[in-house]
């Protein structure tokens, strides 16, 4: 909801608000998560194994170019994330 709300509160400056919801991505966050969460967390997505940097990149790529102009106020989830 808080993307949303941003988006409209923010369009009249020419500012897009949106949000990206990652599925598991090792980090300092979840290095220290035990395997059998993490496991867990996996087989909740679609895509059944870590997000890698490399996933990363097409849909940011997309997000800050011109060619997402009209795109406001959306969540994009990565890895089919349930």
């Known amino acids: 909801?808080?993307?949303?709300?941003l988006s409209k509160e923010l369009s009249g400056f020419g500012i897009r608000v949106n949000n990206l919801v990652l599925p598991l991505y090792r980090s300092s966050l979840t290095r220290?998560?035990?395997?059998?969460?993490?496991?867990?967390m996996i087989e909740r997505q679609t895509i059944a194994r870590p997000c890698v940097f490399a996933d990363l990149i097409g849909p940011l790529k997309f997000l800050i170019s011109s060619?997402?102009?009209f795109v406001t106020g959306e969540t994009l989830c990565l890895g089919g994330v349930q």
Do not use: D, F, N
């Open 32 to 40: 220290t998560l035990p395997q059998e969460i993490k496991q867990k």
């Open 67 to 69: 060619q997402s102009a």
């Open 1 to 5: 909801q808080l993307t949303r709300t």
